[in-house]
């Protein structure tokens, strides 16, 4: 078993809905040799620098999640993907230690899975930012303001996605407008959703 990690000791000490599921999940890829570390404020487990499982929890389930899990085989059909938007990153959820425990031969295997892939330096093939459909509403406007479509397109493709994505979001035309409205200038200043 790999060492713990005090920083993730010290997160779980404060985790109050899915303690004793994250200490089983730990326990469980801990046995796997990998190195544990804290990352976006969760235990994060990685292989040689490389991120692989990363332990969460949500209102409704708990979860170990493949940073790759797109890549593996799945033989069991347990992984999940979050959203349509995830492109590769997998879910097997839980809501009881006893599913985890239940689970345990499982969990193991594919976490060996994901080992080989990442051993193998294989690579999930992420869609393209042009790949993603621009909402008629923004089309409108970067057609609109020639200025807006140059800042635009002169963003990082991961910013240029999270607009895309958050734009499309709504089903009402007029609250997508206002998303718009309200992101102009975020985009004229070259910066992204969240900067």
Same mark, same amino acid.
């Given at each position: 078993?790999?060492?713990?990690?005090?920083?993730?000791?010290?997160?779980?000490?404060?985790?109050?809905?899915?303690?004793?599921?994250?200490?089983?999940?730990?326990?469980?890829?801990?046995?796997?040799?990998?190195?544990?570390?804290?990352?976006?404020?969760?235990?994060?487990?990685?292989?040689?620098?490389?991120?692989?499982?990363?332990?969460?929890?949500?209102?409704?389930?708990? *979860?170990?999640?493949?940073? $790759?899990?797109?890549?593996?085989? /799945?033989? &069991?059909?347990?992984?999940?993907? =979050? +959203?349509?938007?995830?492109?590769?990153?997998?879910?097997?959820?839980?809501?009881?230690?006893?599913?985890?425990?239940?689970?345990?031969?499982?969990?193991?295997?594919?976490?060996?899975?994901?080992?080989?892939?990442?051993? *193998?330096?294989?690579?999930? $093939?992420?869609?393209?930012?042009? /790949?993603? &459909?621009?909402?008629?509403?923004? =089309? +409108?406007?970067?057609?609109?303001?020639?200025?807006?479509?140059?800042?635009?397109?002169?963003?990082?493709?991961?910013?240029?996605?999270?607009?895309?994505?958050?734009?499309?979001?709504?089903?009402?035309?007029?609250?997508?407008?206002?998303?718009?409205?309200?992101?102009?200038?975020?985009?004229?200043?070259?910066?992204?959703?969240?900067?």
């Amino acid at each position: 078993m790999t060492s713990k990690n005090p920083k993730v000791d010290s997160v779980l000490r404060h985790e109050q809905h899915w303690r004793d599921e994250f200490e089983t999940l730990r326990s469980i890829v801990l046995d796997c040799q990998l190195t544990e570390e804290l990352k976006w404020y969760q235990p994060c487990y990685t292989f040689q620098n490389k991120n692989i499982v990363l332990i969460h929890g949500f209102k409704e389930y708990c *979860a170990l999640l493949f940073f $790759k899990g797109a890549l593996l085989k /799945d033989a &069991k059909g347990i992984l999940i993907q =979050q +959203t349509e938007n995830v492109q590769a990153a997998r879910q097997i959820r839980f809501t009881n230690v006893r599913e985890i425990v239940t689970m345990k031969p499982t969990l193991k295997a594919y976490i060996q899975e994901a080992i080989e892939v990442e051993k *193998a330096g294989r690579k999930v $093939k992420l869609k393209k930012t042009a /790949d993603f &459909k621009i909402p008629d509403e923004f =089309q +409108t406007k970067l057609d609109e303001i020639p200025a807006l479509k140059t800042a635009f397109r002169a963003l990082t493709p991961g910013r240029q996605k999270g607009y895309i994505l958050h734009f499309s979001q709504p089903k009402q035309s007029k609250t997508r407008q206002a998303r718009i409205e309200r992101c102009m200038q975020q985009i004229f200043k070259g910066k992204g959703l969240n900067d």
